[in-house]
């Protein structure tokens, strides 16, 4: 099989860099899986890594779309796909890397995402709804029908939850049974996967550091610049983490002050979801960073592992 590593955990523990170093040690190229960073025009509210800050390792799925773009689940796995086959070409080893723990799922274990009708009235009637009732409308109704999806999405995922909706009402099974079964597929990949942890309290703080150097840089100016084009506020994409709540600001809705304490709490809770949805995963390697004196020593066990796994450079 194909090697794959995946380097994986909550926002703000300290991916990018580390990344980035194994890259550069095993031959690597990397596929992000963060479900925001596809979006163009939205780079300092998605902690977009930079191409000056890329060290020359090519990085794939990372701005591909517009904002008022539709992307989801299936369009990433298939692009994703094409990233591997393309880094395989080049005799290289591709490194998964970001939070969205969903993306990564699909990937790694081959998800069959069948087409649930072409019949596209049903979901936009539920996007008209969501616009109109808010995101909350249609979270009661897959609370109603599937609470345990439900327990699984947060309620401002409109994408997820109008999903979830949509598959139940073409195939009459709740995504939830669907999820189950496709979880237990073996991965095609010779897979390595990785989440990074810190201890909670850390990771606030760097959440919350994360956030104020996002204000420092321009957060602001990025969120009004997006208005300013005509991007609606119900787009998915500014539904993301900093977009919302600096929108609401922006429009009169809430002081700023209100909107950053927002966004630094919504954030950890975010985190504490991801970590949820990784301890699900039964082949997961934790690594927390508490354990190693620095970033040196994390990347010489990265690679003792790579080693273990018969994950080197292809070269």
């Given at each position: 099989?194909?090697?794959?590593?995946?380097?994986?955990?909550?926002?703000?523990?300290?991916?990018?860099?580390?990344?980035?170093?194994?890259?550069?040690?095993?031959?690597?190229?990397?596929?992000?899986?963060?479900?925001?960073?596809?979006?163009?025009?939205?780079?300092?509210?998605?902690?977009?890594?930079?191409?000056?800050?890329?060290?020359?390792?090519?990085?794939?799925?990372?701005?591909?779309?517009?904002?008022?773009?539709?992307?989801?689940?299936?369009?990433?796995?298939?692009?994703?796909?094409?990233?591997?086959?393309?880094?395989?070409?080049?005799?290289?080893?591709?490194?998964?890397?970001?939070?969205?723990?969903?993306?990564?799922?699909?990937?790694?274990?081959?998800?069959?995402?069948?087409?649930?009708?072409?019949?596209?009235?049903?979901?936009?009637?539920?996007?008209?709804?969501?616009?109109?009732?808010?995101?909350?409308?249609?979270?009661?109704?897959?609370?109603?029908?599937?609470?345990?999806?439900?327990?699984?999405?947060?309620?401002?995922?409109?994408?997820?939850?109008?999903?979830?909706?949509?598959?139940?009402?073409?195939?009459?099974?709740?995504?939830?049974?669907?999820?189950r079964r496709e979880r237990e597929r073996?991965?095609?990949?010779?897979?390595?996967?990785?989440?990074?942890?810190?201890?909670?309290?850390?990771?606030?703080?760097?959440?919350?550091?994360?956030?104020?150097?996002?204000?420092?840089?321009?957060?602001?100016?990025?969120?009004?610049?997006?208005?300013?084009?005509?991007?609606s506020r119900h787009l998915v994409s500014?539904?993301?983490?900093?977009?919302?709540?600096?929108?609401?600001?922006?429009?009169?809705?809430?002081?700023?002050?209100?909107?950053?304490?927002?966004?630094?709490?919504?954030?950890?809770?975010?985190?504490?979801?991801?970590?949820?949805?990784?301890?699900?995963?039964?082949?997961?390697?934790?690594?927390?960073?508490?354990?190693?004196?620095?970033?040196?020593?994390?990347?010489?066990?990265?690679?003792?592992?790579?080693?273990?796994?018969?994950?080197?450079?292809?070269q």
């Open positions: 099989m194909q090697p794959l590593i995946v380097l994986a955990g909550p926002t703000a523990v300290g991916k990018t860099s580390l990344s980035i170093r194994l890259a550069q040690e095993i031959g690597g190229e990397i596929v992000s899986a963060d479900s925001m960073q596809v979006y163009r025009q939205m780079d300092i509210g998605t902690a977009k890594v930079l191409p000056e800050e890329q060290q020359g390792v090519p990085h794939y799925l990372i701005d591909c779309c517009e904002p008022d773009e539709e992307f989801h689940v299936v369009e990433y796995q298939r692009a994703a796909r094409e990233a591997l086959q393309t880094i395989y070409s080049h005799g290289a080893i591709p490194i998964l890397t970001g939070g969205t723990g969903f993306y990564i799922q699909a990937l790694v274990r081959d998800i069959d995402f069948t087409e649930t009708g072409g019949d596209t009235a049903y979901r936009h009637g539920l996007e008209e709804q969501a616009a109109a009732e808010g995101c909350e409308a249609l979270y009661a109704q897959l609370l109603r029908l599937d609470p345990e999806a439900a327990a699984e999405i947060h309620p401002h995922n409109i994408k997820r939850v109008i999903r979830a909706l949509e598959y139940f009402h073409f195939t009459g099974e709740k995504i939830s049974e669907h999820n073996r991965s095609p990949y010779n897979t390595l996967y990785l989440v990074l942890n810190r201890e909670r309290a850390e990771l606030y703080r760097r959440i919350d550091q994360r956030v104020d150097l996002m204000l420092e840089q321009g957060l602001v100016a990025e969120v009004e610049s997006l208005r300013q084009r005509g991007y500014m539904q993301g983490l900093g977009y919302k709540e600096i929108w609401e600001a922006l429009a009169g809705e809430i002081p700023m002050e209100e909107a950053i304490y927002k966004l630094k709490r919504d954030t950890r809770h975010f985190a504490k979801r991801q970590l949820t949805w990784f301890r699900r995963e039964p082949e997961a390697v934790w690594l927390n960073w508490e354990d190693y004196a620095g970033e040196e020593e994390m990347l010489a066990q990265i690679l003792s592992l790579c080693r273990e796994r018969g994950i080197m450079t292809l």
